[in-house]
């Protein structure tokens, strides 16, 4: 059997539709019969919508008159049976990284006893509900805390910039060998949407109990057992009640929310360091008007689905710029702690509701940092806490959100009404000059008439922002050596992830997850030997 041979394709999107259309475009390529294609599968997917004509961008696999090897997911995962002395190791948080750490442990024969704070993924559910409807927020069950980490209610886009860090395809497949469409295998920007993501983070979590993990929900790290600059375990609270786990590794993928954690290390006097983030508002528009911006149609054609965009600029030599845009989308309430507004965006699979949003970002350093201590490597927490306490004072002490339509807050003015917003608990009129120092609030004043002069429309009448878009990445590194991936003074304790600063997303967090639970069984190996 041959290896199918490769090619790429430019069929107009209006013509994608029409049977056979794949069959007669690829034949001219190739200058083949039809008839000589013995058969063909689509390995990458995108859209090129830059000029009159939109194209559906294709990279194809095919054979001629033979048929080809065609690579497909694996329908399952294979798990060797734990012997009663397997070697243990302690994952801190079920987000993606923590939970592709546990399989991947168990392939390799290291058993995973995996800790979340947070509730299972179908008990989360009623937590963020209360968030919507009574501006509760439970400091321990959120839209950050809980199984599947931040991601599984709030989006589940799977598009990373970590090629250079690991296998992006096997965590794709992983995702599919447990319930995700295939179509994340292919398209440029896949996405498998809140409303799947839950089942897919059971599935997984029933695999790692049937293979012999253990996973403990609602169960809380309190400090880490260190003897001699060693880890011999960790302490935690289980719904009131303390108990120790035992082992001589311990990964920490926590989050980047995790304040607790950070704080816990430094009261431990573990190093950890500053980091710089960003940090600034989310921009809501009507998702038709993407779509007129973008596809330069009055109404978008049934077989283009809601456009994206992505914006980038640079004000006074500092970044400005688009983050996790969410076609079709809802901004979501995602603070953690009662007392403070934090906002992110989220899409269901369809990416089928009226609203289009994106996080409109810039860098924190010590430039806007400059009245925080410099020796406190918690400062960009501290300056985060402050910007999220202002909010939620200004717009009404609830769950409630500043938001100012996006002309009026180029022009400086309050916005005497605001239009419709997905924010389901409800947005205020706030001047942004309120709440965000006047460094921010110039760079995204400037960076938003740029884009409006990128994109025509950009800067429509009902186009909001709503603050505050806080939590794009930890603000805070825990350091590790780029040969053991361990804490450089504290053996056994792999800092990893998002939390820890070496990730942004779920994809580069589910590798990163991967890469520690390997460098675990490696250190596990020499300590046996």
């Known amino acids: 059997m041959k290896t199918p041979l490769i090619t790429d394709l430019r069929i107009p999107a209006h013509e994608i539709e029409e049977p056979g259309v794949i069959e007669k475009y690829l034949s001219q390529k190739i200058n083949k019969k039809i008839k000589e294609i013995t058969s063909f599968k689509i390995f990458k997917r995108s859209i090129d919508a830059r000029s009159k004509i939109i194209y559906f961008q294709l990279r194809i696999a095919y054979s001629i008159n033979d048929l ?119 398209d440029a920007h896949p996405h498998i949407g809140t409303n799947k993501l839950p089942n897919i983070i059971a599935s997984m979590r029933e695999q790692i109990i049937a293979a012999g993990g253990e996973v403990h929900f609602e169960t809380k790290l309190t400090d880490l ?6 880890i011999t375990g960790v302490n935690v609270n289980h719904l009131g009640k303390l108990k120790t786990h035992f082992a001589s590794a311990v990964i920490l993928a926590t989050g980047h929310s995790a304040r607790d954690i950070f704080e816990m290390l430094h009261h431990q006097n573990i190093r950890i360091e500053f980091k710089t983030f960003a940090l600034g508002v989310r921009a809501e528009h009507p998702q038709a008007l993407v779509d007129q911006i973008q596809y330069k149609k009055t109404e978008r054609p049934f077989y283009l689905p809601p456009a994206a965009y992505s914006l980038v600029t640079q004000v006074k030599d500092k970044g400005v710029y688009s983050f ?82 996006i002309n009026d807050f180029i022009q400086r003015k309050k916005s005497s009404n605001l239009p419709k917003c997905s924010y389901q608990p409800g947005i205020v009129s706030v001047e942004m000059d309120e709440i965000f120092p006047d460094i921010i609030t110039a760079r995204l004043r400037e960076a938003f008439i740029h884009f409006g002069n990128k994109m025509k429309g950009y800067l429509h009448p009902d186009a909001i922002v709503v603050a505050t878009e806080s939590r794009t990445s930890s603000p805070v590194r825990i350091p590790r050596e780029q040969s053991t991936l361990q804490h450089p003074e504290i053996t056994g304790l792999f800092p990893c992830a998002e939390g820890a600063g070496y990730a942004g997303g779920i994809v580069s967090a589910a590798i990163d997850g991967e890469k520690c639970a390997t460098a675990v069984v490696d250190f596990l190996n020499l300590r046996s030997n």
């Not at 168990?106 to 993924?121: A, T, W």
């Not at 980490?149 to 910039?161: I, N, V």
């Not at 369809?350 to 430039?367: H, L």
């Open 68 to 186: 080809p090897v065609i690579e497909q997911p694996n329908p399952s995962i294979e798990f060797t049976p734990l012997p009663s002395n397997a070697n243990r190791a302690i994952i801190i948080g079920a987000g993606p990284a923590g939970i592709f750490a546990a399989l991947k442990l168990l392939q390799k024969g290291v058993k995973p006893i995996l800790i979340e704070r947070g509730k299972d993924v179908r008990s989360r559910r009623r937590d963020l509900a209360k968030i919507h409807k009574e501006h509760i927020v439970h400091e321990d069950s959120n839209y950050c805390f809980g199984e599947g980490g931040a991601g599984t209610y709030s989006d589940g886009k799977l598009y990373t910039r970590s090629g250079k860090r690991g296998d992006i395809q096997s965590i794709l497949k992983l995702f599919v060998s447990f319930g995700a469409d295939e179509d994340i295998l292919i």
């Open 324 to 405: 996790c845009m969410c076609p079709g989308g809802i901004i979501a309430p995602c603070a953690t702690s009662p007392g403070e507004i934090v906002t992110n965006g989220w899409s269901p699979s369809k990416r089928n509701n009226p609203f289009a949003n994106s996080g409109i970002v810039t860098t924190i350093d010590d430039e806007i940092l400059e009245g925080f201590d410099k020796k406190d490597p918690l400062r960009g927490l501290r300056f985060q806490q402050q910007i999220e306490q202002r909010c939620w004072k200004l717009a009404g002490e609830t769950q409630q959100a500043p938001a100012q339509r």
């Open 225 to 230: 057992i260190i003897e001699e600059n060693r």
